[in-house]
């Protein structure tokens, strides 16, 4: 079966410092690959998704970025962070036929102090 | 662009209630799908049912039912004989065939009382 997994599950980091999430997906091949961020008692916003490797699609302009090193990997990255980048962030993976759902990691909860 | 809308924003029943979440969503593809999906406290979303634009029959699965109606652009999802183990989040999503990505709506927080 298939599972995915994200990491850390919850992280504080001081403004202006690099990020790096990881998330991994095993059990299926070339998966559809998604970032999203949830902010504070609000719905989820896709960040960055991908179809394959090397190819990243970013939705939002903001101080982050994507990258899919692996077929299964993807990663979701910082130079420098600020406050307004805190929030909880989900990966989530989908194959490629039309009617399926996505499946979610546990999330990162991230705090910029 | 799409947009899913959930007007309520907290609900709070007592056990054994019956209660339906609304959603209702706008999109100009004409084939798409609609999802709902849990958020418990934990954090992680979790799948509960899924409807494809082209088919409006609406089904009941265990204490789950939904309401799928093209005409109204709406998707309301039912809870039979609420339990407190439902209470979460939960998120109305719409996805188009091309990048497959969800459009969230903002989410109804539901609490059941014991």
């Known amino acids: 079966s298939q599972t995915i997994h994200q990491w850390p599950a919850t992280l504080v980091q001081p403004v202006g410092s690099p990020l790096s999430l990881e998330c991994t997906v095993e059990?299926?091949?070339?998966?559809?690959l998604y970032w999203y961020r949830q902010a504070a008692g609000r719905g989820l916003q896709l960040l960055f998704y991908?179809?394959?490797?090397?190819?990243i699609s970013s939705e939002v302009p903001q101080n982050l970025s994507a990258s899919r090193p692996q077929d299964r990997q993807f990663i979701l990255s910082s130079k420098k962070l600020l406050l307004s980048d805190s929030g909880f962030y989900l990966c989530a993976w989908t194959d490629h036929r039309p009617d399926t759902e996505a499946f979610f990691g546990q999330g990162t909860r991230l705090t910029v102090v | 662009a799409q947009k899913v809308t959930q007007a309520q924003t907290e609900i709070s029943v007592v056990e054994k209630e019956d209660v339906t979440l609304d959603c209702v969503y706008e999109?100009?593809?004409?084939?798409?799908?609609l999802f709902w999906y849990k958020q418990p406290p934990s954090g992680e979303l979790v799948f509960l049912i899924r409807?494809?634009?082209?088919?409006?029959q609406n089904e009941i699965s265990g204490r789950y039912s939904w309401n799928f109606q093209k005409s109204t652009s709406s998707f309301n999802f039912t809870i039979t004989a609420s339990q407190v183990v439902d209470s979460a989040v939960y998120f109305c999503a719409l996805s188009d065939t091309g990048r497959r990505a969800l459009t969230f709506g903002s989410g109804t927080r539901l609490q059941v009382q014991p």
């Open positions: 999109t100009r593809d004409t084939t798409y799908y």
């Open positions: 409807r494809n634009s082209f088919d409006e």
């Open positions: 059990g299926t091949s070339n998966p559809n």
């Open positions: 991908s179809v394959g490797i090397g190819q």
